[in-house]
């Protein structure tokens, strides 16, 4: 067998096993402390090579509005929202919340679906399948931090040690978006704390910090990726690097769905993706890192899975796993251009299913007996 045959079988191996139960009795407690308020990340100059990603941008983003105008199947659609409760042990890790009312104006369109910020957007049933609500579900966007939720399945994987120590070096620094980091040159952590601060607050340099430390180096670490994404069927997902920062990591709304669902299978990545906050000691210094989802926070929402993206390319990205009328479902949101704009689009989608939802209820037959 050559060397990518066999690297292939291995993924696919490792893929089949269930590694979490052992991963996630080492992943250590986040441990309590003073909170200090995290930097703001500033971008230095620009490069030549960041002046031509613009113009992917623009590219990409005409694409997208253009199939969006002019075709008829992208057009978001409505299906019918089901009832019946989930199935048991449908989803262990999700607990369906009391009914919220959520603050965000919700308008309809003509057709009676809500209008949203996303450029692209895909809302599906995890339990059945069923596509609730979908706009350009099959466009072809870069994806920014979503990649994140890759990287932690493929360092999982891998069943290297969580409590072994890495350093970031140098070769950690963005060179590409000039992205800064509170993770200094020299700062040295558990895997478990780096894979923690990769998903919870989008740390880049624990990202790549992760890929380094891979059998293989960087370069096999994203090869691995690459076959993952084949593994999982998602035909239009492409890997060029495990930060996300690279424009060139891409995806579709809809291979975006079936990622988080893979990525739920795993109790660490349920754990560090939904969790609030943590303390880190970085250098002698306990540092508060934040998660970058504030609907985490929220008692309205059951969260199992969440990861956000944002890179100029990609616009402002939101993945989640969670209940919407008692049914675990999976939300998609792509290319929102305000800061808010995406959470409140999740918020959106909310009030329009439970509303949707309430209004099957009501008009259904009542039965009546004798």
């Given at each position: 067998m050559t060397p990518r045959s066999l690297l292939v079988a291995a993924l696919f191996g490792l893929s089949m096993l269930q590694p979490l139960a052992n991963l996630a009795e080492a992943a250590a407690?986040?441990?309590?402390?003073?909170?200090?308020?995290?930097?703001?990340?500033?971008?230095?100059?620009?490069?030549?090579?960041?002046?031509?990603?613009?113009?992917?941008?623009?590219?990409?983003?005409?694409?997208?509005?253009?199939?969006?105008?002019?075709?008829?199947?992208?057009?978001?659609?409505?299906?019918?929202?089901?009832?019946a409760p989930a199935a048991a042990g449908a989803s262990a890790a999700l607990v369906a919340p009391a009914a919220a009312t959520e603050d965000v104006a919700l308008t309809l369109d003509a057709g009676g679906m809500p209008e949203l910020g996303s450029s692209a957007f895909y809302v599906i049933n995890s339990t059945n399948g069923e596509v609730l609500l979908e706009r350009n579900a099959s466009a072809v966007l870069p994806i920014a931090s979503i990649t994140k939720l890759m990287t932690a399945?493929?360092?999982?994987?891998?069943?290297?040690?969580?409590?072994?120590?890495?350093?970031?070096s140098r070769d950690d620094i963005d060179t590409l978006k000039g992205t800064g980091s509170r993770?200094?040159?020299?700062?040295?952590?558990?895997?478990?704390?780096?894979?923690?601060?990769?998903?919870?607050?989008?740390?880049?340099?624990?990202?790549?910090?992760?890929?380094?430390?891979?059998?293989?180096?960087?370069?096999?670490?994203?090869?691995?990726?690459?076959?993952?994404?084949?593994?999982?069927?998602?035909?239009?997902?492409?890997?060029?690097?495990?930060?996300?920062?690279?424009?060139?990591?891409?995806?579709?709304?809809?291979?975006?769905?079936?990622?988080?669902?893979?990525?739920?299978?795993?109790?660490?990545i349920r754990e560090f993706s939904t969790a609030p906050e943590r303390h880190?000691?970085?250098?002698?210094?306990?540092?508060?890192?934040?998660?970058?989802?504030?609907?985490?926070?929220?008692?309205?929402?059951?969260?199992?899975?969440?990861?956000?993206?944002?890179?100029?390319?990609?616009?402002?990205?939101l993945v989640m796993q969670t209940w919407l009328h008692?049914?675990?479902?999976?939300?998609?949101?792509?290319?929102?251009?305000?800061?808010y704009t995406r959470t409140a689009d999740a918020k959106r989608v909310r009030k329009w299913i439970e509303q949707s939802a309430t209004q099957r209820v009501a008009a259904a037959p009542v039965r009546r007996e004798g």
């Open positions: 407690s986040p441990a309590a402390g003073a909170s200090a308020k995290p930097a703001a990340k500033k971008p230095i100059a620009k490069t030549v090579a960041q002046k031509k990603k613009a113009a992917l941008k623009s590219s990409t983003r005409k694409t997208v509005r253009k199939a969006r105008a002019g075709s008829a199947t992208s057009k978001a659609r409505r299906l019918s929202v089901r009832l399945m493929v360092a999982l994987d891998a069943g290297q040690s969580l409590s072994e120590l890495m350093t970031i993770l200094s040159i020299g700062t040295t952590l558990s895997r478990e704390e780096m894979l923690n601060l990769a998903l919870m607050s989008s740390e880049n340099r624990a990202a790549s910090a992760l890929a380094r430390y891979y059998p293989g180096g960087e370069q096999a670490f994203i090869e691995a990726m690459n076959v993952k994404a084949r593994l999982l069927g998602l035909w239009n997902t492409r890997f060029h690097d495990s930060t996300g920062l690279n424009p060139a990591n891409v995806s579709s709304p809809r291979d975006l769905a079936k990622m988080v669902s893979a990525a739920a299978a795993y109790p660490l880190v000691d970085v250098r002698g210094r306990l540092t508060r890192f934040g998660n970058t989802n504030g609907l985490v926070k929220s008692p309205e929402w059951s969260i199992s899975v969440s990861k956000t993206g944002y890179i100029s390319e990609a616009g402002r990205c008692q049914q675990p479902v999976v939300m998609v949101l792509m290319d929102s251009n305000g800061r």
